[in-house]
């Protein structure tokens, strides 16, 4: 048995010597200079890239905190300003109250809410005016802030 072993081992070692030969020729191949440095270049290149994504990521973080940052305070600012306001017409309206209490006559009282609804329309006018300036000045800020941000996180291009 040991022979037959032996001659089949001896046979199949003969059908795959090309194979067995080629590869140890693939081993002891050299790789091309150029190869080397193609190689080299598109690693640094992928690595260059990979700290540009990071740096942009990082940028498009800070923008973003920000941005809510400024959010959150205008946020707070307004509520403020609507408490304000409110607060304004509670005492507006108890002081009208007051006074239409004073009011002698009908005509008198009449006159006395003429004058206090005159007084609050031109508060909310007032405050419409303000509230659209304000607005508007928001647009034009948070626009020229995305802008901005667009631009320092997007330095570079593809």
Partial sequence: MTTETNSV?????EAFAPVTEAFKSFQNLE???????????????????A???????????EVLESAVTG???????????IQQALYQDAEAFFAGVDKLASAKSINEAVQIQS????????????RAKASTEYLGKLVTEG????????AKVYTKTA
């Fill in 9 to 13: 081992l001896n046979s199949v070692k």
């Fill in 31 to 49: 790789v091309p200079e150029a190869a080397r440095e193609f190689v080299k270049k598109q690693a640094e290149t992928a690595k260059v890239r």
């Fill in 51 to 61: 700290a540009d994504f990071y740096a942009g990521s990082e940028k498009a973080t």
């Fill in 71 to 81: 959010s959150v305070s205008e946020a707070v600012k307004i509520s403020r300003n």
């Fill in 115 to 126: 004058d206090l609804l005159r007084a609050h329309g031109e508060t909310v006018v007032s």
């Fill in 143 to 150: 626009a020229k802030t995305a802008q901005d941000n667009f």
